[in-house]
């Protein structure tokens, strides 16, 4: 939805309720594009971190728990195999 400075301001929590149930809100001025409100999460999650980048050790803790995961071999013998 598009919202006009002048409204946006009358409006404003009607407005940041808006970018939170619908996404984002863009904001003009004299019929031009000024600013979009989005929500908070989504603003971290384009803005790669809110902001900040991980270096490498960080992004590979911050991966899924995989202890949940059966990742267990069989114990068995491998099969034989004629050529």
């Known amino acids: 939805m598009s919202w006009q ?9 009607e407005l940041v309720r808006r970018a939170e149930r619908e996404g984002p809100q863009v904001v003009t001025r004299h019929g ?3 600013v ?14 809110g902001g900040q980048k991980m270096d490498f050790k960080e992004f590979l803790m911050s ?7 059966d990742l267990e ?6 099969r034989d195999v004629e050529l």
């Not at 400075?5 to 929590?13: D, T």
């Not at 979009?36 to 971190?49: F, L, N, T």
């Not at 991966?63 to 995961?69: G, H, I, K």
């Open 5 to 13: 400075l002048q409204e946006a301001k009358q409006r404003f929590s």
């Open 32 to 34: 031009e594009e000024v």
């Open 36 to 49: 979009v409100v989005v929500p908070a999460e989504e603003w971290r999650r384009v803005s790669e971190g």
């Open 63 to 69: 991966a899924p728990d995989l202890s949940v995961l």
């Open 73 to 78: 071999r069989p114990r068995e013998m491998p």
